[in-house]
Nanobody, 119 residues
């Protein structure tokens, strides 16, 4: 099992920046990719970005690339999401997830952290 804990959410103003963190523990050798997702009220969960543990290869949602950046610190088993020029529509619960090496699916999820952007 892998446990994921997000932190760094909060209330910010439009135009601000914010960095979310996701710390992994447990069988951290069982995943090879970590990602960030978000879900706004009344909307489906949305993919934001993912990063591989080994090479640090990244992938992004086309609509968010440029404002959001994913990074990792393997020594700390932590993944970050750097969010710039936040907008009201970025208000959502942000989740990190880990993709199991055996299943190639995002099997492990954190509890989420709320980000609220006010105008």
């Amino acid at each position: 099992q892998v446990q994921l804990v997000e932190s760094g959410g909060g209330l910010v103003q439009a135009g601000d920046s914010l960095r979310l963190s996701c710390a992994a523990s447990g069988r951290t050798s069982s995943y090879d990719v970590m990602g960030w997702f978000r879900q706004a009220p009344g909307k489906e969960r949305e993919f934001i970005a993912a990063i591989s543990r080994d090479l640090g290869s990244t992938s992004y949602s086309d609509s968010l690339k440029g404002r959001f950046t994913i990074s990792r610190d393997n020594a700390k088993n932590t993944v970050y999401l750097h969010m710039n020029t936040l907008k009201r529509e970025d208000t959502a619960v942000y989740y990190c997830a880990a993709k199991g090496m055996q299943t190639n699916r995002f099997d492990y999820w954190g509890q989420g952290t709320q980000v609220t952007v006010s105008s």
